[in-house]
């Protein structure tokens, strides 16, 4: 528990700390930017790499060799080059990925590959997870490095819905909606905010459901078929909208109701809703519009 509660606050003290950051660079964009930090930001290198190439002679400023890595370059009015190719400044980057299981939502991770090393193709290296999927939660996920935004949507004054699908072990109880919708009260003492729960659809389970424990052995997940539900033969399809974004709180939150959760996936959240055409581990960027709605939270 401990090693988790402390995962979870270097998750947010990262995230936060490259949100200061990005308004830091905010501000600075009003102005000039150094030419090493221009070239690093747009992952050229690092900068004792970029003022390397610089000696060499490998970089120019409006057409004129520059080997002074503390060159001031006016954005977006300097051009600059790097062995003959142009490189223009993108100050934020967004990114929709479908996040697959197995992959942590992390920028770095000594054990698992992270949902930064998805991304094959940022002009930026600053970008971050906007929230966090479990290991095993699959779904939408957004990568930016627009501090303001994910303070926006991370933020639990602005209640932003957030919406998943889950597969749970037996059949939801129909007082369960109204429960949820009155603001479920967990064994733990936790009150959650009023959330929307809708059932599906209940099917028999069968062998390809393969109840089994998760990859990061989160206890609200099912671990065998003699969990809470004993040996319950049926499972239950529900859309689960919750405004915060408490730890494991969608698996809490079924398991609460005895329907402990067998698979789940985010669908949207707030105006953000996951491309059906991305397969699990794809992505895109985001397209205007779809930032345009962001920024309007």
Same mark, same amino acid.
């Given at each position: 528990?401990?090693?988790?509660?402390?995962?979870?606050?270097?998750? $947010?003290?990262?995230? $936060?700390?490259?949100?200061?950051?990005? *308004?830091?660079?905010?501000?600075?964009?009003?102005?000039?930017?150094?030419?090493?930090?221009?070239?690093?930001?747009?992952?050229? /290198?690092?900068?004792?790499?970029?003022?390397?190439?610089?000696?060499?002679?490998?970089?120019?400023?409006? /057409?004129?060799?520059?080997? %002074?890595?503390? %060159?001031?370059?006016?954005?977006?009015?300097?051009?600059?080059?790097?062995? /003959?190719?142009?490189?223009?400044?993108?100050?934020?980057?967004? $990114?929709?990925?479908?996040?697959?299981?197995?992959?942590?939502?992390?920028?770095?991770?000594?054990?698992?590959?992270?949902?930064?090393?998805?991304?094959?193709?940022?002009?930026?290296?600053?970008?971050?997870?906007? +929230?966090? @999927?479990?290991?095993?939660?699959?779904?939408?996920?957004?990568?930016?490095?627009?501090?303001?935004?994910?303070?926006?949507?991370?933020?639990?004054?602005?209640?932003?819905?957030?919406?998943?699908?889950?597969?749970?072990?037996?059949?939801?109880?129909?007082?369960?909606? *109204?429960? $949820?919708?009155?603001?479920?009260?967990?064994?733990? +003492?936790? !009150? !959650?905010?009023?959330?929307?729960?809708?059932? !599906?659809?209940?099917?028999? %389970?069968?062998?390809e459901d393969g109840i089994r424990p998760p990859a990061d052995n989160t206890p609200p997940f099912v671990k065998d078929t003699q969990d809470a539900c004993g040996t319950d033969d049926k499972i239950t399809t529900?859309?689960?909208?919750?405004?915060? /974004?408490?730890?494991?709180?969608?698996? %809490?939150?079924?398991?609460?109701?005895?329907?402990?959760?067998?698979?789940?996936?985010?669908?949207?959240?707030?105006?953000?809703?996951?491309?059906?055409?991305? @397969?699990?581990?794809?992505?895109?960027?985001?397209?205007?519009?779809?930032?345009?709605?962001?920024?309007?939270?």
């Amino acid at each position: 528990m401990a090693k988790k509660s402390l995962h979870k606050r270097l998750y $947010f003290f990262t995230v $936060f700390d490259m949100i200061e950051d990005n *308004q830091e660079r905010s501000e600075c964009l009003e102005k000039e930017l150094r030419l090493d930090k221009f070239l690093a930001d747009m992952a050229q /290198g690092s900068r004792s790499q970029i003022r390397a190439m610089a000696k060499n002679g490998l970089i120019t400023v409006n /057409g004129v060799t520059e080997k %002074r890595p503390e %060159r001031k370059i006016r954005i977006p009015d300097d051009m600059v080059t790097l062995a /003959g190719k142009p490189v223009s400044y993108t100050v934020m980057e967004y $990114f929709m990925l479908n996040k697959p299981k197995g992959v942590v939502s992390a920028t770095e991770d000594k054990r698992h590959k992270t949902v930064i090393d998805l991304i094959q193709t940022p002009s930026r290296r600053d970008l971050f997870p906007v +929230g966090r @999927l479990d290991l095993d939660t699959e779904g939408l996920l957004l990568l930016t490095n627009d501090g303001a935004l994910a303070h926006r949507l991370l933020s639990p004054k602005k209640q932003v819905d957030k919406v998943y699908m889950a597969d749970c072990l037996g059949e939801v109880p129909g007082t369960a909606i *109204q429960m $949820f919708a009155k603001g479920l009260i967990l064994p733990d +003492g936790l !009150c !959650c905010l009023p959330a929307s729960l809708v059932i !599906c659809g209940v099917r028999q %389970r069968n062998v390809e459901d393969g109840i089994r424990p998760p990859a990061d052995n989160t206890p609200p997940f099912v671990k065998d078929t003699q969990d809470a539900c004993g040996t319950d033969d049926k499972i239950t399809t529900v859309r689960l909208t919750i405004r915060e /974004g408490k730890f494991h709180q969608v698996k %809490r939150m079924m398991e609460a109701v005895g329907c402990p959760v067998l698979s789940l996936k985010r669908l949207s959240v707030g105006p953000l809703t996951l491309d059906p055409k991305l @397969l699990p581990g794809e992505y895109r960027r985001l397209t205007k519009k779809e930032v345009e709605l962001l920024n309007r939270l």
